[in-house]
């Protein structure tokens, strides 16, 4: 069973709502990921909160916006969204953002479904 | 971003036979994973490889660390129908914590 939980596991909202997703990991991982997930494709690189901190955006529209309210939690903030945006989120933590670290290794929750209408 | 390629796309096989698949990098990789994601879920660490040359297996998985480390290989041995699904390799990039993922391998299993 992966250790990293979102919540909800399926969302459908309207182009006008505004919603969250929730990531939470009691590894003791510094690092923490946003992907967004297309059918039958790899996971696109969304967010990476290191320590706390913003350390990667991947040039994603202002409606998605991440949050990390500590270590344990990440949050995806949705408003606005297009139809486009439907999509399988995945949240992920690894352990930290040394340079170079061999070893460092990612672990994804089981994603949050969306589907905007 | 870095390109990881994987093949073979998609591979249709008979129950009981053994499967192979690879992942190419243009630049090496100081740790190679790989991950099967069923439909509908997140992706599943299988096998994580740490050291050029490195073979290491996880039940009927096997999964090699290419000793140019600009590759990868998993190997499934005596395939049965739960290991459908879609297969990634994956790799850290060296300035920091982002990480790459190969193209997919689909895999079914015909009864």
């Known amino acids: 069973d992966t250790e990293v939980t979102q919540t909800p596991k399926h969302l459908v909202m309207g182009m006008t709502n505004k919603k969250s997703l929730k990531c939470e990991q009691h590894m003791g991982h510094r690092a923490m990921y946003w992907y967004k997930q297309k059918a039958k494709k790899p996971p696109e690189l969304m967010f990476v909160?290191?320590?706390?901190?913003?350390?990667i955006n991947e040039s994603v529209p202002s409606r998605f916006s991440p949050e990390c309210p500590n270590s344990s939690l990440l949050n995806l903030h949705l408003h606005a969204l297009q139809p486009e945006d439907s999509a399988l989120y995945l949240c992920?933590?690894?352990?930290?953002?040394?340079?170079?670290?061999?070893?460092?290794?990612?672990?994804f929750g089981e994603g949050s479904w969306l589907t905007v209408v | 971003g870095q390109q990881l390629n994987q093949s073979p796309q998609s591979m249709f096989i008979q129950e009981g036979e053994d499967v192979s698949m690879n992942c190419t990098s243009s630049s090496i990789f100081n740790t190679w994973l790989w991950y099967k994601q069923d439909p509908g879920e997140g992706p599943v660490l299988l096998i994580a490889?740490?050291?050029?040359?490195e073979l290491t297996s996880n039940g009927r998985l096997t999964a090699q660390f290419g000793i140019t480390r600009k590759d990868s290989f998993l190997n499934i041995s005596a395939s049965i129908p739960s290991d459908v699904g879609i297969y990634f390799c994956a790799g850290p990039s060296n300035t920091g914590n982002q990480f790459y993922f190969g193209t997919g391998t689909s895999l079914t299993v015909i009864p």
């Open positions: 490889l740490y050291k050029a040359g």
């Open positions: 992920a933590s690894s352990q930290d953002s040394v340079r170079g670290r061999t070893g460092n290794t990612i672990y």
């Open positions: 909160y290191s320590y706390e901190k913003l350390s």
